[in-house]
């Protein structure tokens, strides 16, 4: 699972808010959180930089790294 909401949380920041900076959807947002809508890579690029961190840390969890090793 990704950390969108998480951040969105931090932040202090609506869905609506957040989707309106992304020039998506609200309802992009919302698939995004519940894991189902893949984030092309431009938006992962976009939500990294919005959140100043990593794509990695948004979307990859310690698990799933320590699996592909």
Do not use: C
Not at 24 to 45: C, D, H, M, P
């Amino acid at each position: 699972m990704n950390k969108i909401k998480q951040y969105r949380n931090l932040f202090g920041v609506s869905q609506e808010a957040l989707a309106e900076e992304m020039e998506v959807t609200r309802q992009t947002i919302i698939s995004l959180e519940k894991g189902k809508y893949t984030a092309s890579l431009n938006l992962a690029y976009k939500l990294a930089k919005y959140f100043e961190t990593t794509i990695e840390d948004i979307f990859f969890s310690e698990n799933e790294e320590e699996d592909v090793l």
